[in-house]
């Protein structure tokens, strides 16, 4: 099953609130059933000392590049229906918009129709331009073994290999990879982020190896179809 992500940014002077409950309520009004799944991330404010900021990382701006994620799986068919479908609502919007091949490293987290538990962070990764696309992708798959024994708040860990990339201009810097891990809460994403200071320090040093900048989003995630 194919999966599809569309990244969507207010057009300049819009209200961001607003905005994203628009698109939440055209996803929830979108004709689902060709998907096998469909979900809407809200982006929210970036916390003021968020737990996944690396040493020596510039600080995270104050609006976030995108207000809302709409994740589709199906069919590769469906999916380019559906996208089709969406067109309209794409539209004159900054966005970016990946097919991707993902993979699930941990799903411990019930997402049934509403909105899910706790909180979900996701990386727009760029890689470093000397690093060859099957190198990035190989430590990439190595650092996830380090990332399920050190990220332990996290119920739901998923990486997302980006297999189109988004043609044209987009609003942030062009990206490979997406890393999706999701936390039952707040209090299990701000404590339980790391194990311990080795962990982080093992973290840090791990994705130095592959990782050169990332765009980083702190959603709230809305089942609007789900999985069988």
């Known amino acids: ?22 698109v939440l309520d055209q996803a929830r009004a979108f004709d689902a059933a060709p998907l096998a799944a469909l979900s809407v991330d809200l982006v ?12 020596g990382e510039p600080v995270a701006p104050s609006e ?3 207000d809302a994620v709409l994740d589709l799986w199906g069919e590769g068919e469906a999916l380019d229906e559906a996208l089709i479908s969406l067109g309209p609502l794409l539209h004159g919007l900054p966005h970016a918009s ?25 990386s727009l990764m760029t890689f470093h331009d000397d690093l060859p696309p099957q190198a990035a992708r190989r430590l990439w798959t190595h650092h996830a073994a380090l990332a399920l024994r050190v990220h332990v708040g996290m119920a739901r860990y998923v990486r997302d290999w980006v297999v189109a990339e988004p043609p044209g201009e987009i609003p942030v810097p062009r990206f490979h990879g997406i890393a999706e891990l999701h936390f039952p809460s707040v209090q299990a994403m701000t404590e339980r982020w790391f194990d311990s200071e080795a962990g982080r320090a093992a ?3 791990d994705v130095g190896h592959f990782l050169a900048r990332a765009t980083r989003l702190y959603t709230t ?8």
Do not use: C, N, S, Y
């Open 1 to 22: 099953m194919a999966k599809h992500r569309l990244f969507l940014a207010a057009p300049p002077g819009t209200d961001r609130v607003g905005f994203r409950a628009r």
């Open 44 to 55: 929210d404010a970036t916390p003021a000392t968020p737990p996944w900021q690396r040493p």
């Open 64 to 66: 976030p590049a995108f």
């Open 98 to 122: 990946v097919r991707v091949a993902e993979t699930v490293e941990k799903d411990e987290l019930p997402r049934p129709v509403g909105r899910a538990a706790g909180v979900k962070f996701l």
């Open 203 to 205: 973290i840090v040093h």
């Open 221 to 228: 995630e809305h089942v609007v179809k789900a999985a069988p």
